[in-house]
């Protein structure tokens, strides 16, 4: 039997053309699918990343509230012109406690991966309430609002639980003390820092709008700028080699 006449097999009858796709479909499944439950975790564990604090989770609930994914993402790509424009490359290590992530796939605004500690508090102020006073070319909305309404806490702690649900690794101590963290990090006089410190390594704990000192409260602007100076800031890239410690 010549090959034709093996194919014509296959040509002329669809249910051995079925039945045969059907087969070499699940091949190609199994041999996608079965290393995966041989694999712990398909995320390399980095130092520094940690989870965000209740101050910077709430800043990040504005930020997805606020829809400023739909213009920014937060992948910086492998690619030569967006490493020398933002910094080093995304790892999936960085996003492992974003739920959901925020990597994007537009840029009406540039990519906010590394934003962390590349502008002061106060551009940042200024940035949300009269974006054209900082970058005169923008077409971003303003923001005044979250400078003026004051930030919500009351659920913090039961917003920590339900991330510790999802897999994040939140304890017990880091719900129960949420609140008092969110307050500590966003104010001068911090009581608590030591322990806040303890619990969320290299956070920023300063008055990031500078009115709370004045004003006693905190505004959602200064959870927003919290999250915002957090991001990128979690891997020390210096300490890496590319070609041998990060891919």
Not at 164 to 186: K, S, W
Not at 198 to 206: D, F, K, L, Q, S
């Amino acid at each position: 039997m010549s090959l034709w006449e093996r194919h014509k097999i296959f040509e002329t009858n669809s249910l051995v053309l079925f039945f045969g796709a059907l087969v070499v479909i699940a091949i190609g499944g199994i041999v996608e699918i079965v290393p995966l439950f041989y694999l712990k975790n398909t995320i390399e564990t980095v130092d520094g990343v940690r989870p965000y604090t209740p101050l910077e989770l709430a800043g990040r609930n504005i930020y997805v509230r606020e829809g400023c994914y739909n213009c920014h993402s937060q992948m910086v790509r492998s690619l030569r012109d967006e490493v020398e424009r933002y910094g080093h490359y995304s790892l999936a290590a960085e996003s492992m406690y974003d739920r959901p992530f925020q990597w994007g796939s537009k840029r009406t605004g540039p990519d906010l991966a590394r934003v962390g500690g590349k502008y002061s508090d106060t551009w940042h102020l200024d940035h949300l309430n009269a974006p054209s006073s900082v970058v005169p070319s923008t077409v971003m909305p303003a923001y005044p609002w979250l400078a003026e309404t004051e930030l919500d806490i009351r659920y913090i702690g039961e917003d920590l639980i339900v991330q510790q649900t999802l897999g994040v690794p939140y304890t017990d101590e880091m719900i129960e003390t949420a609140r008092r963290d969110a307050v500590t990090q966003g104010t001068l006089d911090a009581l608590d820092s030591e322990g806040l410190l303890e619990r969320y390594p290299n956070a920023n704990i300063r008055d990031f709008t500078g009115t709370v000192a004045a004003t006693g409260r905190l505004t959602e602007a200064d959870a927003l700028i919290a999250y915002l100076q957090s991001l990128g800031t979690a891997i020390d890239f210096n300490l890496y080699d590319d070609s041998a410690n990060i891919r």
